[in-house]
Structures are given as C-alpha cells and as structure tokens.
C-alpha cells in the first residue's frame, strides 16, 4: 500500500521557471494538503481540498496554484518560481477533515 | 500568521524524564487537535490526537491534556526514550476542513 505518493523528491529551479509538484493517494481520501516546511516556521498550510472538485486557500497561497485533478490526485504548480520558495514541500491525506492526515515523503525545492 | 503557537522550540530531556510542550490557539472554530512526530527526513505522523469535549487523553506514554477555556493543549511524554528524539507539532482543524501547524518543537532525549 502506498499511501501518499510524492515526485519527483528532489528538484533545482532556476529563478522564473516554472514547475508542478505531484501527489497522489489511494487511500480513496477526501482531504487533500499542500504544505511547505521551513526551519523554525513548521509546517504552513498552502492550498488544501476539502474534497473532489473544490480548494482552497491556506496561510501561504501567494506565488501557487493547484488543481485536483481527481479524488486521488492533487498537483502544486509554481507558475515563476522564485527563492523564497526554496522549502520542502509536503503532501498530505485524510478521509475526512478532522481525521488522521497522511504525508508524503517530501519533496526539496531549490530555487536558485 | 500561524494561528497555533507551540512552545518551547527545544528541549533537552534525560531517558526516563518527562517531555512537556505547550500549544495555544485562537481560533475557537478549531475542533479537531492532532500531535504529530516526524523524524529526519521524512513526513510527519500522527502520534496522538484529541476533540475538545474530552480533557485528557492519553496513548502508552503519550498523553494530551486539553484545556478548552484557556485554549490550551499540552503533550506529556513519559519515561522518555532516546527513540523519542524527534520534532513534535501541534495541530489543529477547523469546521472548513483547514489542518494547522504550529512551529515544531525539538526534542532530544539524552542516554
């Protein structure tokens, strides 16, 4: 079973390019997150969709768009990346909103 | 603005000692408040977690203390373990489905 899919983990950007961060789950979850992880600031929600069809802004939607695509799958797109976006970025699932959230393993972020 | 705020951001704890961390929050729509471990390198998981009509919940070692007038919660690690040395955060979720973080907190259990 593997839960929370994240690709790719590792990436480098150059300052402007553009790129998605993909998830997907086959916990048949409604509840999908986006999360970025810096040192000292925990985890800041970015976009998250409450279920199929529907998102939603976090604490940190500025310079990300998403789209669920489906149930399983919930992409992060950086339209111009800059580096202030250098992070991790974490996925994650639950069934329901206040249930146990699943993460992804991560992806690193380097925007130079 | 983060709108759980956990402290402290470290702390050093003998094996065997207890592991103390505060979380506050604000927002009175939040009903839902997990705690998760996560280890270097990986993706948090959910440790314990607890609804505001109970006030003490407790896993194993892991206890959650909720104190919904003061809208405080508190995670109690007993007889801590040098396997315990990880980052720990609070969380929250409010009726719109948004699942907060608060900043982390490091632990280290010393041998």
């Known amino acids: 079973n593997a839960g929370v899919t994240q690709t790719p983990k590792f990436q480098v950007l150059k300052t402007g390019q553009s790129m998605t961060l993909q998830c997907a789950q086959d916990?048949?979850?409604?509840?999908m997150y986006w999360y970025r992880q810096d040192p000292g600031m925990g985890l800041r929600l970015i976009y998250y969709?409450?279920?199929?069809?529907?998102?939603d802004k976090g604490e940190v939607p500025n310079g990300y768009n998403v789209s669920r695509l489906n149930k399983r799958e919930f992409s992060l797109r950086l339209e111009s990346a800059a580096p202030s976006q250098t992070s991790v970025y974490f996925c994650?699932?639950?069934?329901?909103?206040?249930?146990?959230?699943?993460f992804g393993q991560g992806t690193r972020l380097t925007v130079v | 603005q983060q709108q759980v705020k956990q402290s402290p951001q470290s702390l050093i704890v003998q094996k065997g000692g207890i592991s103390i961390i505060n979380c506050a929050y604000e927002?009175?729509?939040?009903?839902?408040f997990p705690w998760y471990q996560q280890f270097p390198g990986k993706g948090p998981a959910l440790l314990i977690a607890?609804?505001?009509?109970?006030s003490e919940k407790k896993e194993g070692r892991f206890t959650i203390s909720f104190n919904k007038s003061a809208k405080q919660f508190s995670l109690h690690i007993m007889d801590s373990q040098p396997g315990d040395s990880a980052t720990y955060f609070c969380?929250?979720?409010?009726?719109?489905?948004?699942?907060?973080f608060g900043a982390g907190t490091q632990v280290v259990v010393t041998p």
């Open positions: 994650a699932s639950s069934e329901l909103r206040n249930t146990e959230a699943f």
């Open positions: 916990m048949n979850h409604n509840s």
């Open positions: 969709s409450a279920s199929e069809g529907t998102t």
């Open positions: 927002n009175t729509a939040f009903d839902y």
């Open positions: 607890i609804r505001p009509d109970v």
């Open positions: 969380a929250a979720t409010d009726s719109w489905g948004k699942l907060q």
